[in-house]
Each structure stands twice: as structure tokens, then as C-alpha cells.
């Protein structure tokens, strides 16, 4: 036999009378009747969602059309919605939601590395070998990517899984690529015996996230641009420490401070350099190509270097039951 929802319960009013609702009791008779549950954490979240959205009503003086135009937006969003397209998350992350979400999750154990948003566009990559390149030739201009994965005391982390993206030298995915059919510019290292990694692939552009649906148009309204500042997306794991999801800015990009999804932090960013260190190259299997500098043609790659700094679970752990 089928069980009886809460919503088909006999109702107990516990008795309450009817009372004429105004725009000054609405909201807590709407928290009262919401309240009848054991759930403490469902019971504080939905209080404290009724009281905001209410005296977010309240204080705009939101009209009919308003209202309206609301609802028709966030239909447009559902409707953009599916496992390709995930504008629902889109609106989150432009409204500053997701950043904030994960600020306060990740409130870091003092001296590792810092998160920045996952994004999208994380998908499964092949596993490859120190040196190798993860880019297809022609992808762009080849960019050595090096440094060393240590723990907050300074020792070397072997065997870290280094899972890493971006975009081609065009500002796209390999997935909004339609003429790739596989993975490119994405793939899996694990760290050496020193902590150490030295990956191949491009130096990163700025591209503007999704903005041909109801985000994009969001967007305008607001005048805001839609451009993310250039950036490769790292998840960092290994069993003995926090896993972290990160990204690193290239220094350069004047849309830092812009980003339309408030993932740039300071402490992320670094410089690509230009290198004509053709021994280095050697050593990690970098491919130099042909720049004109100074009106000169110049052999040499771009050098992006960066440490990261994992957090140990045990540390994460008593920080937590400390707080
Ligand atoms: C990204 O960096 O891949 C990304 C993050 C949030 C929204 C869209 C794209
Ligand atoms: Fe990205």
C-alpha cells in the first residue's frame, strides 16, 4: 500500500484560528506552517529562506510585471537547462552565488593553495606521462606548465593526481568544439617522486562563458561582460590530503577583476613568461615555436610555474571540529 505523503496527512492546526494575513504576518505564518518538522537543518534553511524572499518583496516593492518578467526568465533558464547546458548553474555562478558558496566551504587551512569554481567544462581525460602534451598541434601557442605539489610543511607530495584544463588558443572546450569527437587540452599527471610535474599544453585565452541563452541576456542588462580572464582549471587528488579544485590566472588578463563568475583571486594568479631557455625545452619535451618579439622572430615558449600547497585531511579534520 501506498504511504500517505505529509502533504495528505490529516491536518492538525493545533488550535490556531484563521487569521487575516497581512504583508506584516504573512511571512512568519508561511515559517510557522513550514516549521512542523524534525529536520532542524531543513526547518533553520527554509525559515531562513521565507524571511529573505519575503523582505526581498518588501523592500524592492516588486510590481506585477516584475514579478512576471521573473518567472519568465527563470523559465527560459530551466528550459536552457540539460546535462550540456547547465545555465541553472550559469546564473549561479554570474550572480556571485557559486563563488560564494565555495568561499565559505573552503575556508582553507592557513597556507595551502586557494579553490577557485570547477566550472562546467570538467570532463574525463586520458592519463598521460610527464612531458607529454595535451594539446593537439595547431591548439596554440605551446605553453610548459611545471612546479611542485608539497604539503603545508614543505615535503614533496608524490603520486598526486594533477587533473587538468582548458580551452584552446581559440577560447573554446574540446566539448563546444564541434569538430573535436575526443578529449583535447585536458589530462591526468601524477606528480614525481619530488612532488614534481612538468605538463605541455597552451597558453590559455580570455573566453566568455555560455552567453547565447537567458544568462547572456542577463548579462546585458547589467553591462556586464561575459569574458572569463585566461585560466587552466587544476583538480589536485591524492588519499592522504584535502582534494583541491582550483585555477591559475594568467596576470596579464585585464579581466581579473571583471570576471563574470568572481573565480580570479589573487593569490591564483601568475605570469606567463616568455622563455628562450631552448635547454629547458629539451629537458621537458616542450615544442618551441617561431614569435616575431621586438619585430624579431624569437625561438622560445611560454613558461607558466606554480607550487600548489595541499592541506592534509587529518589537519582539515580537527580545523573543522575546532570551529
Ligand atoms: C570555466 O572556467 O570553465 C567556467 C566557470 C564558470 C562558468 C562557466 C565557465
Ligand atoms: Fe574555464
Known sequence: MATQSNSQQKPDTNGAKLEDLTAD???QHVINISSNINNERVKFIFSKLIQHAHDFIRETDI??????????????????SHPDRQEMILLSDVLGISALVD????????????????????????????GDSISSNGAGETMLIRGTVRDLRGNPVKA???????????GKYDMQDPEKDGPDC?????????????????????YPVPYDGPVGVLLDLLNRQAYRPAHI???????????LTTALYDRESPRLVLDPVFGAKTSLTEDIVWSEDLEMAKKHNTKP???????????????????????DRQAVKQRKTHD
Open 25 to 27: 504576518n504573512l511571512t
Open 63 to 80: 510590481q506585477r510585471d516584475e514579478w512576471e518578467a521573473s518567472w519568465q526568465f527563470l523559465t527560459e533558464v530551466g528550459k536552457a
Open 103 to 130: 568561499i565559505i566551504n573552503s575556508r582553507q587551512t592557513p597556507g595551502s593553495t586557494e579553490s577557485s569554481v570547477l566550472g562546467p567544462f570538467h570532463n574525463e581525460a586520458h592519463l598521460f606521462e610527464n
Open 160 to 170: 598526486a593526481l594533477l587533473d587538468i584544463w582548458e580551452t584552446n588558443g581559440n
Open 186 to 206: 585536458r589530462g591526468k599527471f601524477y606528480s614525481g617522486e619530488d612532488g614534481s610535474f612538468y605538463i605541455n599544453g597552451v597558453r590559455p585565452v580570455d
Open 233 to 243: 582549471h587544476f583538480v589536485i587528488a591524492h588519499p592522504s590530503y584535502e582534494p
Open 289 to 311: 615555436f617561431v614569435r616575431k618579439v621586438d619585430g624579431q622572430d624569437r625561438t622560445g615558449f611560454w613558461l607558466l610555474e606554480h607550487d600548489f600547497i595541499l592541506a
